[in-house]
């Protein structure tokens, strides 16, 4: 069985029910959609999903288990529980224990705009199937400063398989116990070095995935440039119809916001009347089902940047520093 994944608790709760609605529309009601729960709290989605049948919290304990246990051991002197504030990220590796033969994993904040089928087919090929742009900035995956780096990964597997943990689709079974204590170890032996040390899974899972020199395929890479299309919230230039968004004609295959921080998100579905990019589309989404509920704004519209010291802009290119 095939499927799709995502990670949330109640904090990201609105960006959620969007996507699930996003999923819905575009992949049809009966596609099984996986959530792994970042943390305990998750009170508001479990009453959610109840209304979506197609939709199940995983529950395995000892999946969850295991994959804290090589979070911790894997970046113990990078992380730490009860510090970090993004811990929990690293239990979408639970995807690689069940319940999907092939899945793609979809961040809580992004939106599904079109098929998913190109993905699912180039899995009978690759192990690993991605779709951004983020080889083009290693610095959010790799510690570029350090000279083992290019000991461990060649300069050319460097400069092409980097990639954002956001969207992804894998296969079931690729990273069993004695792989996951391989890499463990290789990372205590000093690799550990070579991740940059301002996030938590995305770097692991790239190294995770070129340390075993899986077989991966980026659709950015591939596709003709007349094709590809880009994928994130600090593009400008997409057009939107009929709720989809497209990229000089193409239609994107997906939607990141990332960088629009979950408060902001609950402030304006609270009906604060605050800009970010794309904002109308994700409302759309948000409300699909329930639109008598969707806020009504009255006030004027502020732009983040007019309630905070940074601009949402400014924090979500410091955090990606990409504009594709």
Request: charged letters at 25%; glycine letters at 6%.
């Amino acid at each position: 069985m095939n499927g799709i994944c995502t990670l949330a608790n109640d904090t990201v709760y609105d960006q959620l029910i969007a996507l699930l609605n996003s999923i819905e529309v575009i992949l049809g009601s009966n596609i099984p959609v996986c959530i792994y729960p970042f943390d305990e709290h998750i009170e508001q989605i479990k009453a959610e999903i109840a209304k979506r049948p197609n939709v199940f919290i995983y529950e395995d304990s000892a999946s969850v288990q295991r994959w804290d246990e090589f979070m911790e051991a894997a970046a113990s002197e990078r992380l730490n529980r009860k510090k970090f504030r993004l811990y929990g990220a690293h239990r979408r590796f639970c995807a690689f224990d069940g319940p999907f033969a092939k899945f793609i994993y979809l961040d809580a904040d992004t939106l599904v705009m079109n098929s998913l089928d190109a993905v699912f087919q180039q899995l009978e090929e690759s192990d690993f199937v991605v779709y951004d742009f983020q080889f083009r900035d290693p610095t959010k995956v790799y510690n570029i400063q350090s000279p083992k780096l290019v000991k461990v990964f060649d300069q050319n597997r460097i400069d092409s398989e980097i990639f954002c943990s956001g969207f992804y689709g894998s296969k079931q079974g690729l990273f069993e116990q004695d792989t996951r204590e391989w890499l463990v170890a290789q990372l205590q032996s000093g690799d550990a070095e070579i991740l940059y040390a301002g996030a938590g899974e995305q770097p692991l899972l790239n190294y995770m995935v070129m340390k075993t020199a899986m077989n991966s395929y980026n659709l950015a890479c591939s596709l003709p440039d007349g094709e590809k299309t880009g994928c994130c919230v600090t593009s400008k230039h997409f057009e939107v119809q009929d709720n989809i968004l497209y990229d000089k004609g193409n239609r994107l295959t997906y939607i990141h916001y990332i960088g629009v921080p979950a408060d902001l998100i609950r402030r304006v579905c609270a009906g604060e009347n605050i800009e970010f990019p794309y904002r109308d589309l994700f409302l759309h989404y948000r409300y699909l089902r329930e639109p008598s509920k969707r806020p009504i704004f009255t006030e004027p519209l502020k732009s983040y940047g007019d309630i905070s010291s940074r601009s949402l802009l400014q924090r979500v290119l410091g955090r990606l520093r990409i504009n594709l």
